[in-house]
């Protein structure tokens, strides 16, 4: 099995550490040059601010609905990725980074309750960090991705999906007819890799929800889609389809560390926090090393 941690509104929530007066108000954090909202609180989202909308575009909201927008601090946020990471790795031999908020690990052959290693590790960075995060568990990449998409809209949107599975979902235990109800309810575009397009090419064709995708003709979706849609929908169904070798994690993060907060125009990085600097939480692992992040999710 593999799990797939992800770090909840990670930039916001790296602000939230040593912002307290942000918590339980909508925040957006801005890109560099304060241009685009590129991170965005659960509150911000339910204001119905988009991911890389403009900022000018949703500013009106300070005044009228609170909002709160903070300018990006990519080094706070690369140290604090580095710590979440190195504490996800204590739970799992293998450990592949897939971004800056986002780890796989295998559990291939553990024989451990899952949903309670993963509510474990949860609380361990959230502790040690003030990182929230999801977890997801599936047989693959494609599928612990589902099964993280669910755990979190699980928990932010209560009555979306069964309770239990909020926060940790791990599709492993579940049986064949309570998984087919998820991927019913749940939208096509949710799987990993099937893109705005694609989705909207999928609907078109009478694909809405991932169980259309996994019971749709894989000759017809080969021919009209592409070979990688095919395997992301092979990969839903089966269970080592996708399986890829994971690294060992013995490289260095400093890529990840030497971002550079950027001045911007509503803060300067020295009067930002780092996650090194005095206020910083404790970290046991913050030391160890994991390789670098190659995408900036922060979903
Ligand atoms: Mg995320």
Same mark, same amino acid.
């Given at each position: 099995m593999y799990a797939l941690i992800d770090g909840n509104n990670f930039y916001v929530s790296c602000e939230r550490v040593f912002a &307290? %007066?942000?918590? @339980?108000k909508p925040v957006v954090v801005l890109s560099s040059n304060d241009g685009a909202c590129i991170a965005r609180s659960n509150e911000a989202k339910d204001l119905g601010v988009k991911m890389a909308q403009p900022w000018f575009q949703v500013r009106r909201l300070e005044k009228t609905a609170g909002l709160i927008a903070v300018s990006a601090n990519h080094e706070l946020y690369g140290d604090m990725s580095a710590r979440m990471m190195a504490i996800e790795a204590r739970y799992a031999p293998r450990q592949e980074i897939y971004s800056i908020d986002e780890s796989f690990l295998d559990f291939d052959g553990v024989r451990d309750d899952l949903v309670a290693v993963g509510r474990h590790m949860r609380a361990a960075i959230l502790q040690e960090t003030g990182i929230p995060t999801s977890v997801g568990f599936g047989a693959t990449k494609t599928l612990a991705k589902l099964a993280n998409n669910i755990a979190k809209t699980a928990d932010r949107k209560p009555g979306s999906y069964p309770a239990g599975l909020a926060q940790v979902c791990d599709? @492993? %235990?579940? &049986?064949r007819d309570e998984l087919d109800a998820l991927f019913a309810a749940t939208d096509v575009g949710a799987v990993w890799g099937v893109g705005r397009k694609t989705t909207e090419r999928l609907k078109a064709g009478g694909v809405h929800t991932v169980l259309d995708l996994l019971r749709a003709d894989i000759t017809t979706l080969r021919r009209q889609f592409s070979v990688v849609l095919e395997k992301r929908c092979a990969s839903c169904t089966a269970?080592?389809?996708?399986r890829s070798t994971m690294r060992r %994690?013995?490289?260095?993060?400093s890529s990840c560390r030497a971002r550079s907060a950027r001045p911007s125009r509503r803060s300067t990085a020295s009067s930002r926090p780092s996650?090194?600097? &005095?206020r910083a939480r404790p970290s046991a692992c913050a030391s160890k090393a994991a390789s670098p992040a190659p995408s900036a999710s922060t979903s």
């Amino acid at each position: 099995m593999y799990a797939l941690i992800d770090g909840n509104n990670f930039y916001v929530s790296c602000e939230r550490v040593f912002a &307290p %007066r942000l918590l @339980g108000k909508p925040v957006v954090v801005l890109s560099s040059n304060d241009g685009a909202c590129i991170a965005r609180s659960n509150e911000a989202k339910d204001l119905g601010v988009k991911m890389a909308q403009p900022w000018f575009q949703v500013r009106r909201l300070e005044k009228t609905a609170g909002l709160i927008a903070v300018s990006a601090n990519h080094e706070l946020y690369g140290d604090m990725s580095a710590r979440m990471m190195a504490i996800e790795a204590r739970y799992a031999p293998r450990q592949e980074i897939y971004s800056i908020d986002e780890s796989f690990l295998d559990f291939d052959g553990v024989r451990d309750d899952l949903v309670a290693v993963g509510r474990h590790m949860r609380a361990a960075i959230l502790q040690e960090t003030g990182i929230p995060t999801s977890v997801g568990f599936g047989a693959t990449k494609t599928l612990a991705k589902l099964a993280n998409n669910i755990a979190k809209t699980a928990d932010r949107k209560p009555g979306s999906y069964p309770a239990g599975l909020a926060q940790v979902c791990d599709f @492993g %235990r579940l &049986p064949r007819d309570e998984l087919d109800a998820l991927f019913a309810a749940t939208d096509v575009g949710a799987v990993w890799g099937v893109g705005r397009k694609t989705t909207e090419r999928l609907k078109a064709g009478g694909v809405h929800t991932v169980l259309d995708l996994l019971r749709a003709d894989i000759t017809t979706l080969r021919r009209q889609f592409s070979v990688v849609l095919e395997k992301r929908c092979a990969s839903c169904t089966a269970p080592r389809a996708c399986r890829s070798t994971m690294r060992r %994690r013995h490289a260095s993060r400093s890529s990840c560390r030497a971002r550079s907060a950027r001045p911007s125009r509503r803060s300067t990085a020295s009067s930002r926090p780092s996650a090194s600097s &005095p206020r910083a939480r404790p970290s046991a692992c913050a030391s160890k090393a994991a390789s670098p992040a190659p995408s900036a999710s922060t979903s």
